[in-house]
């Protein structure tokens, strides 16, 4: 046994105790503050549940809605909220194929954001709904009307989509918890003892359910990507399949993509800041994350700039008079503020920002983050709402002007997002201790010949607590 | 059922372990297949001498694709024929829209098949005793034997020891 | 399979809506009992029954949807459900003569007078101070009693005030009831009152064409047609007959289609349809009309001769006209000058052409001239009595129990108008007003201020009213007999024009009485029988029914369109048919002769209520789409049909030109305030680039401050702020010649169905 | 072969009368919204006559057309319904099936003409005006989508009566509310697949024109346009 076996040896366990101990913190005590927190955040989704309530028994009057303005903040929230979670899964998926070793204390806290944003997407198609007692009647099941959903509709893809895209997304989630719950089954008292022992599924940790896992993985995440396309795409279509002004676009599809990946991004990024300060965990979430995550949103804010040159360009010197009457519109009319607001938020702000390096700190990214989010938000605001506003006959173009029951639900839903977040942290480690652990170790080939320096030479340095620190 | 194991701190030690249990397993008279490795965080099989493992799973995934988008056809194309209601001057059963259809399908037959594939190829969800110790979620390797003759347990308790077990312990089910 | 399931569909609904209205009032101590049936109806089966329309003078006649079904009724004080014949859609009568199955938008929301929410149900007796509108319900027996204990002193011959009757202008047996009711009561006045009473027309067609009537156009004939502010086409006269021989005119035709010219300062509904829009400056119609007959004669296409008498009442029309050269006419219209020499050729070359006047031009000082002048027009062009022109429809005059040879006393009564009413009030002359029965007329909210009728009419000691609403005027009532409504009564009319035939709209109740209402002329009969003497003797029917078929069973003997072997026959056929027509001549109401004139009417400059230094712009009132002179403004379907040209719903506007707007500061949906020397209203503008630049007009019909849930409190009246000017030999309403200032005082609420821009056309936009 | 309903609407005899607007709505049992409902753009016409200002002062024009659902053979309205609601029926109509609506309102979004109309809140009518309700025609519940039918219920009478006298139905026997009411006679209604019927013979007219073509909707309604 060489000195250097026996100082690691030593050294070790202690290690090994304080990542444990570091990221089972936040699910093993909760502080007041938390508490408060979620109150608060609680207060809000309840206001946006008695809204809907109000809503459903009233009707969608209550609402800003009118014709021709059919669709408005429930379907802007539909589509944000959808592109949001494509922060988590598609990102995770990726970096997991590219085996980007930086993206083990972030994968989790990604796919978390996946799966709530979806659940939150999912449920503005009910809210918005005339008869949202009724929503069911878009599955197909044999039912006592006789009639099955009309496959044709790009609602019944939209609910095909994001079925498989929420059930894969919990999957990509929920697998790799298990060894994490396993250890938690082993660290806790009482109640949640119980609980996670039912949650850990029996998990050892034998050679045969570690293989298991990594090749459900990669095969999930080679699944995944493809499906996260498609989702965002088929909710696209929902606009593009039908000839309105400036919906019925080919480009809409990549278009709606690379904006979801966007804000996703932009999202995680506010979440991982959030978590780090919240939990405590600056020594796993570390400024070289936020530096990479920041040049990967860059390249989606070129990719944006690029879409919506690509989209007004070709309306713009096409001239057809419908279409170019909702580009004038926005750019020039009634929506000149929210589209250069957004053109700042989505570009000119954070441009700068995450292009040069000295900017691209853990506070630059957030800064463009943010202005990202809203900008999408508004984004989306501005390719549902003016299309409806000046839709072919000018004389039924229209106003509109949200109501509060809107303003309310869109909140809570804003709301729900960090409770949701903070429910879950509670729940399970937000950032994966085996993978964490795992990457401790060198690769196997590189064990070989591990030498003094490789550490140093390691391009994914400092992305590990080091020992001692 | 019963089981010798020792609790390693490390890989290295686990490794030798292992290595030392292969060595020892005619002896003692056991197969090496009833050597037990559990650990908090993957090891390579390789590196730890361990059997190679080997799964179906990407090819079981592939065909829960496949019968997933042949569902999905099904399913469009045969609400479509049995309620055949024309919309929009389309065909009752048109192709376009019912591919999109089979595309998701067959993605959520893939993905519902490698869960199900998971599970059943790990053998989860278990919940009897089995050899276990709660130190692995501490960080330590277990590496043991399972189900071997009762009277070579002092012999195995010696070979972990000299590979560096912090601890060795026994198990047994009543 | 399809159609059974649809059936299904329906039945079910209807079941439902009918069970929703079952549980609504099956709620305990809610208990409603069902009372037996009083009418046989199939349960589902339609049953089309014919009636006549009352919404405007037209005389349209009416196919009415009858469809059994649950009425919530009260039967001696117990209220239940009750299987009823319910009108469920108002149809025009495809066999009439004038609207031949075709009915206007007013037309069919007569429907929402019968169902009317704010409909009287009981006789009501005023428990409040005047115009309180605190009525408690009374009895039948009760109500009858009181008005005959209040109208038997004035019966007597030696009564010392006398009774007064105001209605709209009334035609056929209503009229010769009432008037027959009166003669009983010794200098008793019928006072007719409508706003947009065509009076001025009237005369003028008795100078030009011997005939105090409307006139009825073939315009399914014209070639060209020129119109002079007429409204034809929406509110103006007979306007469904007339609709139905415009689309003819336009497109009925093989290889001709009609051309279409329309003078008004401000595009009507009318104008809307025009081919081209002369906006000639108010007032000036006639010289414009003088200055096309100035080209025709100059230019030989026409001799003078050939106006015949109609234009000897034009001064200088035997010499061409000499002072119409188009010149000078361009300079008072500010019409070009080539623009007249080019109608009046087209009108020459394109005949049959006919003009039509009507509307705002004759609500002049000048009217009576500017009539008389497109009278002349219209003889010049050989148009009168021709194919493609206009023509008189034959009256019925003979027609009818001839109103009892009046007394020396009654020889002094007053047939006359709300003004003279008013002063008769005021001064108690020659009679004061003992009481006054008021039958539909709203002049309270029609009139201008300066007449002063409601200050008048609450001098009246004792008021009854036989309206189915409280509006302005009988809100005044002290007593309330509400009429059935015109579904559930006895109908008659005798239209004024709209046919080339003689015309008689009758028809028995559509429909069984709703409410605990009477027909008022059943109740006016039954008033006579209790009062005796000569009002009994005047009036010895039992029923309207009887004084209806006495007057009308002697046109058998006329050809018409009921060939009957008796007179029950006859009686029957016509009750079927809604009504009946000639099919040949019939005598006629002695054509008038054109006395008490023998000068020709001056051209008198058109004079205006207000400087024009202090009210810049002439005001316009005009009969909207939607009310007309405001009475269908408690209907909620026609308050929610949208304007034709500014698309507002359930309001008022004035309209304004963009550019005037702009100079004043004014945007579209500003609240702006108009001020006459008579009074001021604020109202929402609507920017109209059909409006001279010197004009603001309003629509007429909202600004009701007591007419139901729909109308009450809703938009700006603009009758309030206009002036008294009249024509002076008429006596009718100048309405169109006040003036006004226009300023702007804030945001206001506009309720529009198209927010979008003004056109529609593919406009190439600036990128 | 089956029927096809179709309309023609002559530009040139309509008026603007809009006697058809309050025809429907009282064929078709549409409650009125009031003041501020109406206000928010919620009226519910399903014919509407849209006008058009044209020209500078003095020469101004007005320019209109009644505008119903336009019964396309390819309507985008129809595919894009999740549940159905929304389908062509076999005499080529744009059915909407009120019990299948759930409220997506996407249908709504999908007709370039924006000729569908949703209900906002519950229909009601203030008593007795309920009692004028057609008992033909269902009333349409708070959440779902309605529009014009070409007053099929009215096709359905038509079509029994003239089964029952045992004889073909007769070209113009049947017409929707706005058709019958017309005054100036600019709507013609009837089925397109009889070439010798006034509405195929009108619609093969030099001056007709579908509205929006180039959407490629293929409309069932031809607007024989204005001649000056």
Known sequence: MTTRERQRLEAAPQDRDRLTRDLLRPVLHTSPRIYLTMMALGAFVLAGLVAFVYQAYWGMGVSGLNRPVFWGFYITNFVFWIGISHAGTLISAILRLANARWRRPVTRCAEAITVFALVIGASFPIIHLGRPWLFFWLIPYPSERGIWPNFRSPLLWDFCAITTYLTGSLAFLLLPIIPDWATLRDRAIGWRKKLYRVLALGWRGTPREWHRLEMAMRIMAVVIIPVAVSVHTIVSWDFAMVPVPMWHSTVFGPYFVAGAIFSGIAALIIAMALLRKILHLEEYLKPIHFDHLGKLLLVMSLLWVYFIVAERLTVWYGNATPEVAVLLATQRGKFLPLFWTMVCCNFLIPFPILAIKRLRTITGTVIASSTIVVGMWLERFLIVVPSLEFKYLPFSWGNYRPSWVEITITLATFAAMPLLYLLFVKFVPIISMWELKGGEHPEPAAAAELAPGHEASDPWEGTLPSAGS | MNAIYGLFPDTDSARRAVKALGEVSRRLRFQPRQIVVVSQEPLDDREMGLPRQHTWMPWIAACGGIVGGTAGYALAAFTQRTYPLPTGGMPVVALWPASVVTYEFTMLGAILTTIVAFLATARLPRYGQRVYDAAVSDGMILVGVADSDVNAWRDLEETLYEQGAERVRQFSTA | MRRRTFLMFSAATAAGAMWDVAVEHGAPGKELVRFIPETKLIPGVTVWRPSVCAQCAAGCGLSVRVVEGDAEVVRKGQSGLIKVGLAKKLEGNPGHPVNRGKLCARGQAGLQVTYNPDRLSHPLRRTGPRGSGQYAEVGWEEALGELHARLGPLASPSATSSLAFLTPPLRGQRRALIENFLSGFDGSALVSFEFFDDRVLREANRLSFGRAQLPTFDLAQSNVVLSFGADFLGTWNSPVAQSLSYGTMRQGRSGVRGKFVQVEPRISQTGASSDEWIPARPGTEGELALGIAHVLMSEHLRPAAAAGSAGRWIAGWSDGLPEYRPEAVAWKTSVAPETIRGLARQLATHSPAVAIVGGAPLAQTNGLFTALAVNALNALLGSVGKPGGLQFTPQLGSIGPAAPAKSKSNAANLSGNIQTLAQQIRTGKPKPVGALLIYQANPVFAAPPDWQVKEALVKVPFIASFGSFTDETSSLADLILPDHSYLESWVDDLPESGAAEAVLSLAPPALEPLHHTRATPDVLLDLAHRLGGPVAKALPWKTYEAMLQDAYTPLRHLPGSVSAASDDEFWSKVKDQGGWWSAGPVPETKPTAARGRSQPVKNQEPEFDGPAQDFPFHFLPFPSQQFGDGRHANLPWLQEMPDLLSTAMWGSWVEIHPGTAQRLGIAEGDLVEVSSPHGVLRAPAVLSPGIAPDVVAMPVGQGHERYGRYASGRGANPMAILGTKTEPETGALAWAATRVSVRRIGKGELCLFSVGPLEWGAKQLKR | ?228
Not at chain 4, 139 to 147: D, F, P, S, T, W
Not at chain 4, 181 to 209: E, I, Q, T, Y
Request: net charge neutral.
């Open chain 4, 1 to 228: 072969m089956s029927r096809r309903w179709g309309m023609v609407i002559d530009l040139d005899r309509c008026t603007g009368c809009e006697a058809c607007v309050v025809a429907c709505s009282a064929e078709n049992n549409i409650a009125t919204a009031g003041e501020s409902q109406a206000a928010k753009g919620r009226a519910i016409h399903w014919i509407r006559v849209e006008r058009s200002w044209e020209g500078e002062f003095p020469n101004v024009r007005v320019r209109f057309r009644p505008v119903p659902c336009q019964q396309c053979d390819a309507a985008p309205c129809e595919p894009v319904c999740p549940t159905y609601a929304s389908y062509h029926n076999a005499e080529g109509l744009n059915a909407q099936v009120y019990n299948r609506c759930i409220g997506t309102r996407y249908c709504a979004n999908a007709c370039p003409y924006t000729g569908r109309f949703f209900n906002w809140f519950q229909p009601s009518w203030d008593k007795p005006l309920q009692l004028q309700l057609n008992p033909d025609v269902s009333i349409r519940e708070a959440g779902v989508m309605e529009k014009c039918t070409f007053c099929y219920q009215r096709a359905l009478v038509a079509e029994s009566q003239a089964e029952a006298e045992k004889r073909p139905l007769r070209d113009g026997e049947v017409s929707p509310a706005c058709v019958q009411s017309c005054p100036s006679g600019a709507m013609v209604f009837g089925d397109l697949n009889d070439p010798a019927s006034a509405v195929s013979r009108l619609a093969g007219l030099d001056r007709g024109v579908k509205l929006l073509e180039e959407v490629g909707t293929f409309p069932k309604i031809t607007y024989l346009a204005r001649e000056s």
